[in-house]
Nanobody, 127 residues
């Protein structure tokens, strides 16, 4: 299992940017698809972005496509989420997660396929 710790959240104005980081411990990080999810108050957790274990493939939710970039540095055991042109509807707790299946050829995107989760970091976008 991978221990995940997110950072980088905060309060930003509409149109602003934030870069979230997720530091992982454990030898399996570089073999796992990594994902970012978010949960707004009163709503279900939703997929934001995911990246293959190699970093070559990425998948984004339609709601963030073009505004968000997921990346990873396997040497640093860290995955990032660069968010630009933020909107009030992006306000949520953001979680990073590591997929259960290692060395997968598929970039999974459903929460049930992720086995390790961070504690979350709050992102608040003011209007």
């Amino acid at each position: 299992q991978v221990l995940l710790v997110e950072s980088g959240g905060g309060l930003v104005q509409t149109g602003g940017s934030l870069r979230l980081s997720c530091a992982a411990s454990g030898r399996t990080f570089s073999s796992a698809v990594m994902g970012w999810f978010r949960q707004a108050p009163g709503k279900e957790r939703e997929f934001v972005a995911a990246i293959s274990w190699s970093g070559r493939s990425t998948v984004y939710a339609d709601s963030v496509k073009g505004r968000v970039t997921i990346s990873r540095d396997n040497a640093k055991n860290t995955v990032y989420l660069q968010m630009n042109s933020l909107k009030p509807e992006d306000t949520a707790v953001y979680y990073c997660a590591a997929a259960k299946v290692l060395l997968s050829t598929t970039v999974v995107t459903t929460a049930a396929e992720f086995g390790s989760w961070g504690q979350g970091t709050q992102v608040t976008v003011s209007s």
